[in-house]
């Protein structure tokens, strides 16, 4: 028992401290503690920094660029290169089917989506930082991409007699689909080429961080309402129903609209075909979820459908039979490069500027979650600039924008995949898609493609789930997700993006602008202080008020804190003292009257005379002239006590007033320019002004500032709130036992003039305006 009692000794000591030092203010403590002077470098030294050169420098710039140059020399061979090929492959044949299926929402011949799943491979092999995203196409950023070209290429302007046609629109009007097809993949490969310059800009110039305003929130309703957008515009080539191109506005709505107004002509086959697809897949997806432990590698459902699907679609001769519509043709091999219509920019670059950051945000976001699950770091800008050339380089060879694919990149990463080896290899079964298997898909109905798509959506939806779980750990965060949701579904993908991202920075205004802040007690026996409302325990100290403000002061909340002040003191110090001023004239004027007596213990009424000192406010000023005694008196007014006047001055019951800028970061001009009138005006009420728990940069500010001078000096300011009660605990202590309250009033009994009560003179422009105008008009 003893040995237990001895080992419980050491935790008992450990559950306690005791430290004993001095108070210490900001002054007492610089003198104590010499501060360790900055030592900025020189021009020159920064320039020397700059222009280096050595072995060394070059390589770590070249491996900055070209960050193969850091992973590859480091292959391990033997261990990774049959993982890699397993997951190249998966992911290849994977890659094929998406590249696909999601031409479809760009609008283009569906080719193009091969080569959209082949180019960007290879630049970002060699400029990427991330080992295990799958680049290519992704549906969200697609469908963006299709936004624009269906804008900028309606089937109304290619409409055309029926001599020359090669294709309807669906209510017997002619449209030219060759031309049509050539100009919206002219204008799906400039807005790539775009995108990919405004990239490139942006990793130069090191803005990697602006992925950093992208909260999850927005990213998730975004992105949903993405999927559901996506869902309606493949809708309606499951169905088989020919709609207009509806953009803008409400856009998505009119398309659904339409599609049900035309759901009577839907094509049954495309329909079975889509409905069987879509069951099909999201039950194997399932399945490869749930047992994903015991499946060493995912069953790749997407080729497995759609090699049974162009086979019955060719043995049952679907298009003639049943007018199902289907592929029809896959472009063998590639096309010539070309270069962006460079007169087109202007009318896209908006929208590519958009498309850019939601296909860097993807990207990056996935890229982080695997970067930390296996332990390595991913270079934001870096990322700007590999993706920035993959869109410009697979621009010219007629692809559309490229990121990456949440589903491509679990198979990658699920299969075993452990470098961008596995990229490449899969970019090789893209390629032996394009060069020898194109022919074979042709047969392929356009809704299996689409129902495709929509099997890929589950995990986008899903995320609906997370608003009750962020209502209940933040109603801001939840907001946000469902502003950008609508907004996005309501206004488009890229009105709703800037949308949710202004109300997002609006939450942050706001909650700066209205931060919290609260009156501070002490919790007895320790130096801890926590919220008066917060704690039954809590005890202020007696005369002294603690002000916590929890953000930073700037000149868009300066006036929150002027109102929390006015909250926890109890009274406004700038009527107070114009309260005082009117009451101390009043007092003049009566002594002058003969109806009240000055004397050193106070203002006492005559005896036999009837006191008339509780006049009312409006009574006009006496100009007679008063018979006033000739030796100067001096007068003391507690304005604590009832005043002989009738003037309504509100009570003063502190001495003290400290402000915890523990949670304050920063302050600008204004706010320290208002902080010092604040120390003024309550100074002449009687109450000083103490600081806290600030931070040390605070100190540098104020001194650049001015701030500091005879009046306002650096005594002030206390380490820790604890320091500050201390120290006004020991003045009180040691004070004189004369009221702080009294105001000493002379009046040279020789003037007949009214005696003026100003403060001390300070500079007119440290008050503010309507402080200012008030004290005049008291005057």
């Not at 004993?20 to 020159?44: D, H, K, M, V, W």
């Not at 469908?143 to 089937?155: E, I, N, Q, R, T």
């Amino acid at each position: 028992m003893a040995a237990g009692e001895r080992a419980e000794e050491p935790l008992a000591e450990l559950s306690h401290y005791v430290v004993a030092r001095p108070i210490y203010s900001e002054a007492g403590f610089q003198e104590e503690n010499e501060r360790r002077p900055p030592l900025p470098p020189t021009l020159r030294e920064r320039a020397q920094a700059a222009c280096r050169c050595s072995r060394k420098r070059a390589f770590q710039i070249a491996r900055s660029f070209l960050p193969i140059l850091e992973w590859l020399p480091n292959y391990r061979v033997k261990e990774w290169l049959i993982s890699d090929v397993i997951s190249g492959v998966s992911t290849g044949l994977v890659a094929t089917l998406q590249g696909l299926a999601y031409a479809l929402l760009v609008a283009v011949p569906v080719g193009y989506g091969l080569y959209s799943a082949f180019f960007p491979i290879l630049t970002y092999f060699f400029l990427g930082t991330s080992r295990h995203i799958s680049v290519g196409p992704f549906p969200v950023v697609s469908l963006m991409v299709g936004s624009v070209v269906l804008s900028m290429a309606p089937d109304d302007n290619f409409l055309i007699d029926g001599s020359n046609a090669t294709g309807t629109n669906g209510t017997g009007t002619l449209i030219d689909t060759e031309s049509r097809d050539a100009q919206r993949v002219l204008i799906a490969s400039t807005l790539t080429f775009l995108v990919g310059i405004l990239q490139v800009i942006f990793g130069v110039l090191q803005i990697g961080f602006i992925v950093r305003y992208l909260a999850d929130p927005l990213v998730g309703g975004f992105t949903t309402a993405a999927a559901f957008q996506v869902l309606v515009s493949q809708l309606k080539i499951v169905l088989n129903v020919s709609t207009k191109n509806y953009n803008g506005v409400l856009s998505i709505i009119y398309t659904l609209i339409e599609t049900f107004e035309k759901i009577g002509t839907t094509n049954i086959a495309d329909l079975t075909a889509g409905l069987l697809t879509i069951f099909v897949c999201m039950v194997v997806k399932e399945i490869n979820d749930r047992f994903k432990h015991k499946i060493p590698i995912p069953i790749p459902i997407e080729v497995i459908v759609t090699i049974v699907a162009t086979g019955i679609s060719y043995a049952a001769d679907l298009e003639k039979k049943y007018n199902a519509g289907i592929v029809k043709s896959i472009p063998r091999g590639f096309l010539p490069p070309e270069p962006p219509e460079v007169s087109l920019f202007s009318q896209m670059i908006a929208a590519s500027f958009s498309i850019a950051i939601v296909a860097y945000a993807i990207a990056v976001s996935v890229g982080k979650v695997y970067a930390t699950k296996y332990d390595y770091a991913i270079d934001g800008n870096q990322e700007f600039i590999a993706f920035g050339f993959s869109n410009i380089f697979s621009g010219a060879f007629s692809c559309f924008v490229a990121t990456t694919a949440l589903s491509r990149t679990a198979v990658q990463e699920s299969t075993g995949g452990k470098t961008q080896v596995a990229g490449i290899i899969s970019a090789g079964i893209v390629l032996i898609s394009i060069v020898a298997l194109g022919k074979l898909l042709e047969p392929l109905q356009k809704s299996v493609l689409a129902a495709v798509v929509i099997a890929n959506l589950k995990g986008m939806f899903m995320q609906v789930f997370d608003v009750p779980r962020l209502w209940r750990q933040n109603k801001v965060d939840a907001m946000i997700w469902v502003f950008t949701c609508v907004a996005s579904i309501i206004l488009g993908l890229d009105l709703g993006l800037l949308a949710g991202l202004l109300f997002g920075l609006l939450t942050v205004v706001l909650r700066v602008q209205f931060p919290s802040w609260g009156g501070f007690g002490n919790i007895p026996g320790t130096d801890i202080y926590k919220k008066v409302k917060d704690y039954k325990n809590v005890i202020e100290p007696e005369g002294v008020k603690i002000l916590k403000f929890s953000s930073p002061i700037f000149y868009a909340n300066i006036d929150g804190l002027k109102s929390s002040l006015k909250s926890t003191v109890g009274f406004d110090a700038v009527k107070v003292y114009n309260k005082r001023l009117k009451a101390l004239r009043k007092i003049q004027k009566l002594i002058k009257k003969g109806k009240l007596k000055a004397t050193k213990n106070g203002i006492i009424s005559e005896p036999g005379i009837n006191n008339e000192a509780f006049e009312t406010d409006e009574d006009p000023e006496d100009n007679e002239d008063l018979q006033v005694p000739t030796k100067e008196v001096e007068i003391q007014v507690d304005w604590n006590s009832e005043l002989p006047v009738k003037v309504n001055i509100p009570k003063v019951p502190i001495h003290s007033l400290i402000l915890d800028f523990g949670a304050v970061t920063f302050l600008d001009i204004v706010a320290v320019r208002s902080i010092k009138t604040i120390i003024r005006e309550f100074e002449r009420i009687d109450v000083r002004v103490y600081f806290a728990s600030y931070q040390d940069n605070l100190i540098s500010q104020l001194e650049r500032s001015a701030f500091f001078d005879d009046i306002v000096r650096k005594d002030i300011f206390f380490l820790t709130v604890h320091d500050a009660v201390l120290y006004i605990r020991n003045q009180m202590t040691y004070s004189d036992n004369q009221d702080p309250i009294f105001e000493k009033i002379s009046l040279m009994q020789e003037s007949k003039e009214p005696i003026e009560f100003t403060e001390t003179s300070h500079p007119d422009d440290e008050l503010d305006v309507q402080e200012e105008a008030m004290r005049r008009l008291a005057s």
